[in-house]
């Protein structure tokens, strides 16, 4: 299981080439499979990812899971997302911007074939999430029409010397097709502030 995002990367790259280790990547999945390699399950303790965020910063455990990530390139994770495609949202390793993500309950049979066969061809170039439900909110369509929208939510948080600070609201980010989950503004999603009001 992968974090896909690694705040102290390059601080554990910089140790582990101090300890004889060579990369091939700037990836910070490099160093979180290097960094098992070299210090075993010890490892997930120096990491500072997405899971240990609110440990770093509020000394606070997480309220909510992150949505576990599946390396395709262990071969019993590969069978488990064959065996159950429909459920999970396939993503190209290293991918951004919302390219090459399949939402394999929504993909038609001719996509889902082929991307069978990519999987099995090189299993190691893809990671796997199950599909989460995305909260829906109105949003302006078609030149002023409502209708509702799948939205996730980025708040921000800003931290210096001795604090941190979430601030009260965020980045509503809008899937504009209907039906998708799929919100990066390169796949046609949209942005909306959010206020959180108390």
């Known amino acids: 299981m992968f974090d896909g995002c690694i705040y102290n990367h390059r601080e554990l790259r910089a140790n582990l080439e101090r300890e004889g280790c060579t990369f091939f990547s700037d990836s910070d ?3 979180i499979a290097k960094a098992w390699h070299r210090w075993g ?4 303790e120096r990491l500072l990812g997405m899971r240990r965020w609110s440990r770093f910063y509020l ?4 309220l ?5 990530t599946l390396d395709l390139g262990r071969p019993e994770l590969l069978q488990e997302v064959l065996d159950d495609l429909n459920a999970f949202v396939i ?3 290293g991918g951004s911007g919302g390219h090459g993500v399949v939402v394999c309950g929504d993909a038609h049979e001719d996509t889902l074939d082929s991307l069978r066969t990519a999987l099995r061809r090189a299993p190691g170039k893809h990671i796997a999430q199950r599909t989460v439900t995305l909260s829906c ?3 302006v369509v078609d030149g002023g029409r409502l209708a509702p929208r ?6 921000f948080t800003l931290t210096g010397r001795g604090w941190t600070r979430t601030l009260p609201g965020g980045l509503t980010r809008v899937a504009m097709d209907e039906g998708t989950l799929v919100v990066n503004s ?3 999603g949209a942005a909306k502030d959010t206020w959180v009001l108390a």
């Open 29 to 31: 999945t490099e160093v």
């Open 41 to 44: 399950p010890a490892s997930v």
């Open 59 to 62: 000394g606070e455990e997480p």
């Open 64 to 68: 909510l899971a992150s949505v576990p």
């Open 91 to 93: 993503k190209p390793r």
């Open 137 to 139: 909110v109105p949003a």
């Open 150 to 155: 799948h939205v996730d939510l980025r708040p």
């Open 186 to 188: 390169s796949q046609h």
